[in-house]
């Protein structure tokens, strides 16, 4: 497993702009897929981005897509999620995740293997 460490979280009007990073304790470029989650007030965790490794094919749900956009920095060990046109119903406390022991097809929480302690990211007038 590789140790995860998010920053960037906040509090910013609707319609505002956030920047997650996320530092690896390993080297990115060793890490299969990574990926974004949030776990909302409601308790569900809730798939928001994945990136793989190599060419770096993103995947996002409908409900981010054009919104949100994730990258990785195999250079700085960093994962990133830029989220734009923030809504309230983004709020949530935002996991950064690492596929470090196997490569797994799926992007559902049980195919990551590596997860960071989280960051608050809340959106209100």
């Known amino acids: 497993q590789v140790q995860l460490v998010e920053s960037g979280g906040g509090s910013v009007q609707p319609g505002g702009s956030l920047r997650l990073s996320c530092a690896a304790s390993?080297?990115?470029?060793?890490?299969?897929?990574m990926g974004w989650f949030r776990q909302t007030p409601r308790g569900d965790r809730e798939f928001v981005a994945a990136?793989?490794?190599?060419?770096?094919?993103?995947y996002y749900p409908d409900f981010v897509k054009g919104r949100f956009t994730i990258s990785r920095d195999n250079a700085k060990n960093t994962l990133a999620l830029q989220m734009n046109n923030l809504k309230p119903e983004d709020t949530a406390i935002y996991y950064c995740?690492?596929?470090?022991?196997?490569?797994?097809?799926?992007?559902?929480?049980?195919?990551?293997?590596?997860w960071g302690q989280g960051t608050q990211v809340t959106v209100s007038s």
């Open positions: 990136i793989t490794r190599g060419v770096g094919k993103t």
């Open positions: 995740a690492a596929q470090a022991l196997s490569f797994r097809v799926g992007v559902a929480p049980a195919d990551f293997d590596s």
């Open positions: 390993a080297r990115t470029s060793s890490l299969y897929t």
